[in-house]
């Protein structure tokens, strides 16, 4: 083997095979003596054993991939006869450490053939591991194999879906490349294009013992140059930075020789962070000196305020105040800064707010540093909701309930009763129902009832209690609706609709025949009976059910009845008035000269009826029907009061529909 393949593979190992380097360290501290120990830890309390140890020589020697016929016949015996022959036999460490150095140690000695069964087993749906096994033990084996067959491992690798053969090729290409550098390269260009990407990053990382412009030639061979230069930033740019100005100004001078301003922008906001951490906030004025025009000057300051501003939010906004008086919005809404400034101390974030120049703050980027200070310490925000600005309290109170409620929601009910204002104690306690239904519905139910009936949060919370319960306890929901009044609108009673009629409304929707079953249990008190049997009557229509809808009258009294043609043929009349024509028939006779009126004021301005069929409709409508219905067309051009129009509407209609 050539010397530059030993090298490779030495540093192949130092990199990927970091469990040798702890023995061999421990080895050199503690003596032989300490290593057997370690060792034994590793080995013996894993159950790993897809070798007997006793059976490994002391050190593997890799042997080139162009004679593995060899290295497979020679490699066979080394696996001891009690090995595992499935890799689902094997039991692993629940400790990462252990688990991953004793794979590689047992590995090593394994065949070509061998490490390529095992890989095979392990992508097994009957395996049941976690995926952190499943892909220290795929990586160990696709190392190992890479070494001596590449082709075999990539074969492995190619044949699994997307989501795995992208890591696993990085994985191969990277050993690739530290001992047949060239074959790689050769190879990575008959892959399929997203993953000549994968490769080529794998190829720059694992050989950055190579020059920039080595680096150069071999993305231009692979058609991607800019590759180069993003791992060529990355690498300048990877933590502990020891320079972080000088690798600034180099970044700075490729990027703009190269045109490559955009690809750097990310590393440069990693290298301001640097040099701000190591030189102070004064840095950022040589910062912005020394970035030229032809940069994104917003976006790489805001990254660089992004992280600022998570140990130093004060002293980042008052820079950005300060020196930013054109771009101070935009960078603040950028970099999310309030958001974290409200984490540490919201209160110095709210009294800051108004330094921000211009005619007014966004809205919508207040509203969300506000709602992070409710999430971040929810019980501090409603003891302090007097100090947030009066449009935002509303969304900070039901976030912080909503918050409190997921641990102690008996504690979030406390706050919700101490809420001031009838709006904001409502959103908050609809919030807390919300959470505590989704952890304990008994609980959440107890204390809504508990709840005074002259209180009217009362049924608002119910309703909507009521309503979440419909999809996991269907007979709890409509108890709780049928216990509840019925309270009618006087001046408009065709509104009024009985809680149980109104959730049939949503079971209409995903179960028709369910709401067809629970229809007789509505209750017969204003109009809530007609209108939950108006709404399966229209959803019959709509799938073309007319007879079955027709029928459905049958279930009521005349008077009912009525009203239910009414409502199914205003609700048709809107989407569908040709098909309601083809029933007109079937509708009793002395309600069709109403449903003609009713679908020719419905379709009057749509033009969704031929002419001939507006002349059809208006010969079954009754001179006493049209009076009654310019009466009522008259009302809206008269100067009363809204009350009085409303009420002269209802007395109208009632008399006209028999609404």
Same mark, same amino acid.
């Given at each position: 083997? *050539?010397?530059?393949?030993?090298?490779? @593979?030495?540093?192949?190992?130092?990199?990927?095979?970091?469990?040798?380097?702890?023995?061999?360290?421990?080895?050199?501290?503690?003596?032989?003596?300490?290593?057997?120990?370690?060792?034994?830890?590793?080995?013996?309390?894993?159950?790993?054993?897809?070798?007997?140890?006793?059976?490994?020589?002391?050190?593997?020697?890799?042997?080139?991939?162009?004679?593995?016929?060899?290295?497979?016949?020679?490699?066979?015996?080394?696996?001891?006869?009690?090995?595992?022959?499935?890799?689902?036999?094997?039991?692993?460490?629940?400790?990462?450490?252990?688990?991953?150095?004793?794979?590689?140690?047992?590995?090593?000695?394994?065949?070509?053939?061998?490490?390529?069964?095992? &890989?095979?087993? *392990?992508?097994?749906?009957?395996?049941?591991?976690?995926?952190?096994?499943?892909?220290?033990?795929?990586?160990?084996?696709?190392?190992?194999?890479?070494?001596?067959?590449?082709?075999?491992?990539?074969?492995?690798?190619?044949?699994?879906?997307?989501?795995?053969?992208?890591?696993?090729?990085?994985?191969?290409?990277?050993?690739?490349?530290?001992?047949?550098?060239?074959?790689?390269?050769?190879?990575? =260009?008959? #892959?399929?294009?997203?993953?000549?990407?994968?490769?080529?990053?794998?190829? #720059?990382?694992?050989?950055?013992? &190579?020059?920039?412009?080595?680096?150069?030639?071999?993305?231009?061979?692979?058609?991607?140059?800019?590759?180069?230069?993003?791992?060529?930033?990355?690498?300048?740019?990877?933590?502990?930075?020891?320079?972080?100005?000088?690798?600034?100004?180099?970044?700075?001078?490729?990027?703009?020789?190269?045109?490559?301003?955009?690809? *750097?922008?990310?590393?440069?906001?990693?290298?301001?962070?640097?040099?701000?951490?190591?030189?102070?906030?004064? %840095?950022?004025?040589?910062?912005?000196?020394?970035?030229?025009?032809?940069?994104? *000057?917003?976006?790489?300051?805001?990254?660089? /305020?992004?992280?600022?501003?998570?140990?130093?939010?004060?002293?980042?906004?008052?820079?950005?105040?300060?020196?930013?008086?054109?771009?101070?919005?935009?960078?603040?809404?950028?970099?999310?800064? #309030?958001?974290?400034?409200?984490?540490?101390?919201?209160?110095?974030?709210?009294?800051?707010?108004?330094?921000?120049?211009?005619?007014?703050?966004?809205?919508?980027?207040?509203?969300?540093?506000?709602?992070?200070?409710?999430?971040?310490?929810?019980?501090?925000?409603?003891?302090?909701?007097?100090?947030?600005?009066?449009?935002?309290?509303?969304?900070?109170?039901?976030?912080?309930?909503?918050?409190?409620?997921?641990?102690?929601?008996?504690?979030?009910?406390?706050?919700?009763?101490?809420?001031?204002?009838?709006?904001?104690?409502?959103?908050?306690?609809?919030?807390?129902?919300?959470?505590?239904?989704?952890?304990?519905?008994?609980?959440?139910?107890?204390?809504?009832?508990?709840?005074?009936?002259?209180?009217?949060?009362?049924?608002?919370? @119910?309703?909507?209690?009521?309503?979440?319960?419909?999809?996991?306890?269907?007979?709890?929901? /409509?108890?709780?609706?049928?216990?509840?009044?019925?309270?009618?609108?006087?001046?408009?009673?065709?509104?009024?609709?009985?809680?149980?009629?109104?959730?049939?409304?949503?079971?209409?929707?995903?179960?028709?025949?369910?709401?067809?079953?629970?229809?007789?249990?509505?209750?017969? %008190?204003?109009?809530? =009976?007609?209108?939950?049997?108006?709404?399966?009557?229209?959803?019959?229509?709509?799938?073309?059910?007319?007879?079955? %809808?027709?029928?459905?009258?049958?279930?009521?009294?005349?008077?009912?009845?009525?009203?239910?043609?009414?409502?199914?043929?205003?609700?048709?009349?809107?989407?569908?008035?040709?098909?309601?024509?083809?029933? /007109?028939?079937?509708?009793?006779?002395?309600?069709?000269?109403?449903?003609?009126?009713?679908?020719?004021?419905?379709?009057?301005?749509?033009?969704?009826?031929?002419?001939?069929?507006?002349?059809?409709?208006?010969?079954?409508?009754?001179?006493?029907?049209?009076?009654?219905?310019?009466?009522?067309?008259?009302?809206?051009?008269?100067?009363?009061?809204?009350?009085?129009?409303?009420?002269?509407?209802?007395?109208?209609?009632?008399?006209?529909?028999?609404?």
């Amino acid at each position: 083997m *050539s010397n530059r393949n030993t090298l490779a @593979i030495t540093v192949l190992r130092i990199r990927s095979l970091r469990t040798k380097i702890f023995v061999f360290g421990v080895g050199l501290l503690m003596g032989l003596g300490g290593t057997a120990c370690v060792l034994y830890l590793l080995l013996d309390n894993s159950n790993f054993s897809l070798e007997n140890p006793s059976n490994r020589t002391a050190k593997t020697e890799p042997v080139s991939y162009s004679n593995t016929a060899s290295t497979t016949n020679s490699s066979v015996s080394r696996e001891n006869a009690s090995t595992p022959s499935n890799v689902a036999d094997i039991v692993f460490s629940k400790h990462a450490f252990a688990r991953r150095a004793t794979i590689t140690f047992r590995a090593e000695s394994l065949s070509e053939d061998q490490a390529l069964t095992r &890989l095979d087993q *392990s992508t097994s749906p009957s395996w049941q591991v976690s995926s952190a096994v499943r892909i220290d033990v795929q990586t160990t084996l696709l190392q190992k194999l890479s070494l001596s067959a590449p082709e075999r491992a990539l074969k492995f690798a190619l044949a699994r879906d997307e989501q795995e053969h992208a890591w696993m090729v990085k994985v191969i290409f990277g050993i690739w490349a530290s001992t047949h550098l060239d074959d790689a390269i050769v190879r990575a =260009k008959k #892959l399929d294009d997203h993953l000549v990407r994968t490769a080529l990053s794998a190829i #720059l990382s694992t050989r950055d013992d &190579l020059p920039l412009d080595r680096h150069r030639e071999i993305a231009k061979e692979l058609g991607k140059e800019n590759v180069a230069f993003i791992n060529y930033f990355e690498h300048l740019t990877r933590s502990p930075i020891k320079n972080p100005k000088d690798t600034w100004s180099e970044i700075v001078d490729i990027a703009r020789q190269e045109g490559l301003q955009v690809i *750097s922008q990310y590393r440069l906001s990693r290298l301001g962070v640097a040099w701000v951490n190591k030189e102070g906030m004064a %840095a950022l004025d040589e910062i912005r000196t020394s970035l030229p025009a032809d940069f994104n *000057s917003t976006l790489i300051f805001s990254m660089i /305020f992004s992280s600022l501003a998570e140990n130093a939010p004060q002293e980042t906004f008052d820079y950005v105040i300060n020196n930013f008086a054109d771009q101070a919005r935009e960078l603040i809404q950028d970099s999310n800064l #309030l958001a974290k400034w409200a984490r540490s101390d919201p209160l110095a974030m709210i009294a800051a707010v108004p330094n921000v120049p211009g005619p007014g703050f966004p809205d919508q980027l207040f509203s969300q540093a506000v709602s992070e200070w409710a999430e971040s310490n929810p019980r501090h925000c409603l003891e302090h909701m007097e100090q947030i600005p009066r449009a935002y309290r509303l969304e900070a109170s039901r976030t912080a309930i909503r918050v409190i409620a997921r641990t102690s929601p008996a504690e979030a009910a406390e706050y919700v009763l101490n809420i001031p204002g009838t709006e904001s104690r409502l959103w908050s306690a609809e919030a807390l129902v919300r959470q505590w239904s989704d952890q304990d519905v008994e609980g959440a139910v107890g204390w809504v009832l508990n709840i005074s009936e002259e209180d009217p949060m009362r049924f608002e919370l @119910i309703e909507s209690l009521a309503s979440r319960l419909l999809y996991t306890d269907l007979e709890l929901a /409509f108890q709780l609706a049928l216990e509840q009044p019925i309270s009618e609108d006087r001046y408009f009673p065709i509104t009024t609709r009985s809680l149980e009629s109104r959730l049939l409304n949503s079971i209409t929707r995903y179960d028709l025949d369910l709401a067809i079953e629970l229809l007789p249990q509505v209750r017969d %008190a204003g109009y809530s =009976k007609v209108l939950a049997y108006a709404t399966i009557g229209k959803e019959l229509f709509e799938k073309g059910e007319a007879a079955r %809808a027709m029928s459905l009258a049958n279930e009521l009294s005349p008077e009912l009845q009525a009203k239910y043609f009414h409502r199914v043929a205003l609700g048709r009349a809107m989407r569908d008035p040709s098909g309601l024509l083809e029933v /007109f028939d079937d509708f009793p006779i002395e309600l069709k000269s109403k449903i003609a009126l009713t679908i020719r004021v419905t379709t009057r301005a749509s033009r969704m009826l031929a002419e001939e069929e507006l002349a059809w409709l208006e010969s079954h409508i009754t001179a006493e029907e049209t009076v009654l219905f310019d009466e009522l067309k008259e009302i809206f051009k008269t100067n009363l009061s809204p009350e009085a129009k409303d009420n002269l509407r209802a007395e109208k209609l009632r008399e006209l529909f028999g609404w």
